[in-house]
């Protein structure tokens, strides 16, 4: 298949889904090759340095974060994501780079030291459900479908890197008043979306270390409310929150004194097994909440 110009983008896929949450990079690489969409690897990529780093050093991880938007540059594509952190730290140092000449050069003067080539500010950051509903379109992902989903209930979980903060992302993700992508997503599909209030909260994974009673309370209470309103399965298009809600609810549910058994899984997860995909090759055996039962269940036939 051949890929349009417009749909090829530097691939960046994040430290948890090259180490802990591999099957949401498979999924996402699958699904781009059913659509054209190129995915090309930045073999130089770092870290993008969300959290320590940053809180450590700034300036530092600006500097990071140019240097990875240098190669994508160089490249001559935007980044495309399928984590949230990642997403927020770059869309943020993006921002600040493309907004301000002089801290620009400030950043590029560290990267000639180090003989990294400067970062111009030509380059966007997006997710990978952003292009998906914006850019390949609704009409080219149902010429895909071989399993609609048959009204299966999906509860959307956006997480709220992907969303906050507003100056950054100016709408961009999934906000109330803005793009609802993973209902889009959804609806596409032949799914129907759950609506309930936790959907654009926080997972609670920065609290995972420091106050994991909280953290469990806090994920599967997201989880707990979506099964209550009748969800059979969760989304995510965070491979962190994917982490936070699929492979904590046993701890959750042991913590909170109640069971979920809420099967998640990353939205490129549900959009491979809507495009006919295999277990294997959307990493399904990888996840803690079998959802292929229930996929069964509404006629998704996923071998």
């Known amino acids: ?18 180490q802990i949450q591999k099957e949401a990079d498979w999924s996402a690489r699958a699904i781009a090759k059913q659509l054209g969409i190129g995915l ?16 450590h050093d700034p300036a530092a991880a600006l500097a990071l974060n140019a240097r990875i ?35 620009r050069d400030q950043i590029n003067h560290v990267l000639r030291k180090a003989g990294v080539r400067p970062y111009n500010g030509t380059i966007d950051v997006k997710h990978l459900t952003w292009v998906l509903v914006d850019e390949v379109g609704e009409t080219k992902l149902k010429q895909h479908i071989k399993n609609p989903l ?24 999934g906000t109330v008043n803005g793009p609802k992508y993973l209902e ?26 420091v106050n994991e009673k909280e953290f469990l309370h806090m994920s599967g209470g997201h989880s707990l409310e979506a099964k209550q309103k009748g ?45 006919g995909l295999d277990v294997k090759t959307l990493g399904l055996y990888r996840l803690h909440q079998d959802p292929t039962p229930v996929l069964k269940q509404h006629g998704v036939d996923i071998r």
């Open 69 to 103: 938007f240098s190669e994508a540059e160089e490249m001559g594509m935007d980044i495309v994501t399928i984590c949230n952190t990642c997403l927020q730290t770059f869309s943020f140092a993006n921002h600040r780079l493309t907004s301000d000449p002089e801290l």
């Open 40 to 55: 090309h690897d930045m073999p130089k990529a770092t870290c993008c340095g969300a959290g320590n780093l940053q809180e």
């Open 231 to 275: 969800a059979d399965v969760m989304v995510s298009p965070c491979t962190l929150c994917d982490l936070a809600l699929g492979a904590y609810q046993s701890r959750s549910e042991k913590a909170m004194g109640t069971p979920i058994n809420l099967p998640e899984m990353n939205v490129a997860q549900l959009v491979g097994a809507a495009f």
């Open 184 to 209: 889009t997503i959804i609806a596409t599909l032949g799914g129907e979306s759950v609506d309930y209030y936790g959907k654009d909260k926080c997972c609670g994974f920065h609290t995972m270390l």
């Open 1 to 18: 298949m051949g890929l349009s110009k417009d749909l090829n983008f530097a691939y960046y896929p994040g430290c948890a889904a090259k």
């Open 150 to 173: 048959n009204g299966l209930k999906v509860a959307p979980f956006y997480g709220c890197h992907a969303l906050r903060p507003n100056e950054v992302f100016q709408g961009r993700g």
